[in-house]
């Protein structure tokens, strides 16, 4: 029999009253997320931390969306179930699972509990922690997706740009899991993390420009756009006639279809979904060792403004995690 919890009126949560800089988040008690239709609701021990939790915070990502306050941020958590979606669910109170929330669809993740779609939902790997599974949602989803819409496979020669980030180091384990070449950029002091994670070649981007050693290549990951360099531009020019780009933050380069017309190589951005089915796949690449995750720093959830600080500066290596419960 399933374990019967008995839960709180209220939770712990960070919030904030309105969108700016990370000052702005604190501690306050919310009433419980209300479960319908096909949620579960989940006790959150960690939540990750990802770019878009702190664009939305600063007034972007998708503050517009936010329609009252104060506003629960944070996408990815890991837990423990404590009501399941009705009697036969596959997930009962107690199964230790991890997935997304739909921010601000729903509250988010930094909380001590949230209500989630089944379908946004999936059990824990059994060989990670709850800090590690809380890192592994959006990054791990948003990189095999885009990995599988370049058609990543044995022969296909792929360029992996921002590769020791969160979605970054994901694509190339994964990328390689699929059997292509994988080039990979980073900075001087993450060239072995890169190598070990199986790029079979890095380029250091604070001494050399990848467009001067790599060529014809089958497909990039472009984790950047032109907000640097222009790095979005100059990759379609390391691309095979007919090559594709997947660019993952869609805002970052306005210009880009137009630009890969031009060029003669397609483009395309991509937005993650949540998607049990293949957050499933990934547990099994998990399991079995073949994939890792990288958590970089772990933070109480009441140090969530500096969490959100150290993700602004942009070099984290994997992901950010806060302890929640």
């Known amino acids: 029999m399933a374990p019967d919890f008995e839960l709180p009126p209220t939770m712990r949560a960070l919030v904030i009253d309105e969108t700016g800089a990370p000052s702005r988040l604190h501690l306050a008690e919310r009433p419980l997320p209300r479960q319908i239709s096909d949620e579960v609701l989940v006790k959150v021990v960690a939540a990750g931390l990802n770019p878009i939790d702190a664009k939305t915070r600063s007034g972007k990502g998708v503050a517009a969306a936010i329609e009252s306050y104060p506003a629960i941020l944070g996408n990815d958590f890991s837990g423990v179930v404590v009501r399941s979606a009705f009697e036969a669910?596959?997930?009962q109170p107690g199964d230790a699972v991890y997935g997304l929330c739909r921010v601000p669809r729903t509250g988010g993740s930094f909380a001590e509990y949230v209500s989630v779609s089944s379908m946004s939902v999936t059990r824990k790997p059994a060989r990670l922690s709850h800090a590690e599974a809380a890192a592994v949602p959006i990054a791990a989803l948003t990189?095999?997706?885009?990995?599988?819409?370049?058609?990543?496979?044995?022969?296909q020669r792929m360029l992996v740009h921002a590769a020791a980030g969160g979605v970054g180091h994901f694509a190339v384990q994964f990328a390689r899991a699929l059997g292509a070449h994988v080039t990979a950029t980073g900075s001087t002091r993450n060239l072995d993390f890169l190598r070990k994670l199986g790029a079979d070649e890095v380029i250091d981007y604070t001494t050399t420009r990848f467009d001067d050693v790599v060529h014809d290549l089958d497909s990039v990951i472009d984790l950047i756009g032109n907000v640097h360099d222009n790095t979005g531009t100059r990759s379609l020019t390391v691309?095979?006639?007919?090559?594709?780009?997947v660019n993952a933050p869609t805002g970052s380069w306005p210009t880009m279809a137009a630009d890969a017309a031009a060029a003669g190589r397609r483009a395309t951005g991509f937005k993650v979904s949540p998607d049990a089915r293949a957050l499933d796949e990934i547990s099994k690449l998990l399991d079995a060792g073949v994939v890792r995750v990288h958590v970089d720093a772990v933070f109480e959830l009441a140090d969530g403004a500096a969490a959100h600080r150290l993700i602004e500066e942009g070099h984290t290596r994997g992901k950010i995690v806060l302890r929640v419960s």
């Open 239 to 245: 691309l095979r006639p007919g090559g594709l780009l």
């Open 143 to 155: 990189a095999w997706g885009m990995v599988k819409l370049a058609g990543a496979a044995p022969g």
């Open 89 to 91: 669910s596959p997930l």
